[in-house]
């Protein structure tokens, strides 16, 4: 699986858990940490563990595993590292407060209108 389609999955699956505002940025022309950033929210931090959990488990279904997972005992801010896709699943307070985005508002966003629904 390449790291768009891993991240592109991603999106998909957290959709399908109900994450909210569902971001992936293209950031392998601007930093050496990885190729995507997925970023998305959850309205409590019991919901943000499950997006991870549902996240880890088809991914692993699929073969795929994380190098690293960090965050998920307070759930504020939970890193799944893929290598080439980092994914940031935040409490939306928490989002809100470290504003990713726009720290990381020269990264091109990918267009995942196809894969998720309407809010």
Known sequence: ???LELSREA???LDNKKAKDIKVLEIKEISSLGDYFVVASGSSTTQVKAMADE?????????V?????????SAAWIV?????VIIHLFYEETR???SLERLWND???LDISDLTHSE
């Not at 595993?65 to 005992?73: D, T």
Request: aromatic share 18%; proline share 6%; net charge negative.
């Open 80 to 84: 799944l590292d893929y290598y080439d």
């Open 11 to 13: 999106a998909r699956i």
């Open 65 to 73: 595993l994380p190098k690293r997972v960090e965050g998920y005992q």
């Open 1 to 3: 699986m390449t790291a």
């Open 107 to 109: 990264a091109p966003l």
């Open 55 to 63: 996240l880890e488990f088809q991914l692993k279904e699929q073969g």
């Open 96 to 98: 809100q407060f470290y």
